[in-house]
């Protein structure tokens, strides 16, 4: 239901946040989506944290009060590209939706950048 939709995400953006660093960003982006903004790190760098906040979230999973199950386990998919020279918001969000959409369409439960990235 909603409340335990609510909670699901809580949960992960709680997992997120202590992965980012200082200067991150980390904001819901719609739905169950989130976008992170991240300074200073090439893809590389970039898809080393994105992979660990994909392995954080699946091995925490959350505790569910009054059900049978007592937890809920996660899993996320991660879309991610570099900043480009020329680059706008628009564009930049674009690239990450389409690795995003590459990740689901493979199998999900894992990180795919875009092919420059």
Known sequence: GHDIGDDALCHVARIMQKGCRDGDLLARWGGEEFAMAMSGNN????????????????????????????ELRMTISIGGTEYRGGDTIESIFNRADAALYKAKHQGRNQVVFDEAG
């Not at 906040?53 to 925490?60: M, P």
């Open 43 to 70: 893809a590389l760098a970039a898809k080393k944290l994105a992979e660990r906040l994909r392995e954080g979230i699946e091995s925490a999973p959350m505790a569910l009060n009054n059900h049978e199950d007592g």
